[in-house]
C-alpha cells in the first residue's frame, strides 16, 4: 500500500527535522571547539605571566571542561528548543538566522544566570566570563545557518516549482 499525500508530507517533515537536528548538532561541536580554545586562549595569557606545569594541566582541563559543558548545553538546547523551533519555523517557511541566533542567546543569558544564581554585577561579568557564555551561541547559530542554507534553498526550489513557478538567483 502506497502513503498517501498527508503520510509522504509527514515523513519528509520528519527528515528535514533530523537533517535540522544533525546540522545542529555539528554546529553545537564548533561552538564547543570555539568556548575550549578560547578558554585556553586566555588561560595562556595568564601563563605568560608564570609558567608552571599545574598551571597548564589546569588550563588544559579548564579548556576541555568548558568544551564538554557547552557540548552538552548546547545539546540539550538543541533537543529542547532547536528541533521544536526547527519545525515550527519550517511550517511557516521561515528560513533565517534570526529566530535561531535569539534562541541561542536566550539559552545563554539562562546559562548566565543559572551560573551566576541572578544576574551578575559589573564587577562580577569579567570579559572573560561574558565571552565564553556569549561566543560559543554565535558561533553555533552562524555555523548552523551557513550549513542549512543548501537546504533551505532547495526546500524554496521544490517548493516554487510544486506551485509552477521558475525561481531563477544570480549569484
Given at each position: 500500500m502506497l502513503p498517501t499525500?498527508?503520510?509522504q508530507a509527514e515523513i519528509l517533515d520528519q527528515i528535514r527535522i533530523n537533517v535540522a537536528f544533525e546540522e545542529m548538532v555539528v554546529a553545537v561541536l564548533a561552538g564547543a571547539l570555539a568556548g575550549g580554545a578560547l578558554t585556553l586562549l586566555f588561560a595562556a595569557?595568564?601563563?605568560l605571566n608564570g609558567f608552571s606545569l599545574t598551571l597548564l594541566v589546569?588550563?588544559?582541563?579548564?579548556?576541555?571542561?568548558?568544551?564538554?559543558l557547552i557540548f552538552l548545553v548546547g545539546f540539550g538546547a538543541s533537543v529542547a528548543f532547536g528541533a521544536p523551533l526547527f519545525a515550527?519555523?519550517?511550517k511557516r517557511k521561515r528560513r533565517n538566522l534570526?529566530?535561531?541566533?535569539?534562541a541561542a542567546m536566550g539559552v545563554a543569558v539562562a546559562v548566565l544566570v543559572l551560573f551566576t544564581i541572578g544576574f551578575p554585577s559589573v564587577s562580577?561579568?569579567?570579559i572573560r566570563t561574558l565571552a565564553v557564555i556569549f561566543l560559543p551561541?554565535?558561533?553555533?547559530?552562524?555555523?548552523?545557518?551557513?550549513?542549512?542554507t543548501p537546504h533551505w534553498r532547495a526546500a524554496e526550489k521544490a517548493e516554487s516549482e510544486?506551485?509552477?513557478?521558475?525561481?531563477f538567483r544570480i549569484h
Open positions: 499525500d498527508e503520510k595569557a595568564e601563563l589546569s588550563a588544559l582541563l579548564e579548556g576541555l571542561f568548558v568544551s564538554i515550527a519555523l519550517e534570526w529566530p535561531y541566533l535569539g562580577a561579568a569579567s551561541p554565535l558561533i553555533v547559530s552562524l555555523v548552523f545557518a551557513r550549513r542549512m510544486a506551485e509552477g513557478r521558475i525561481l
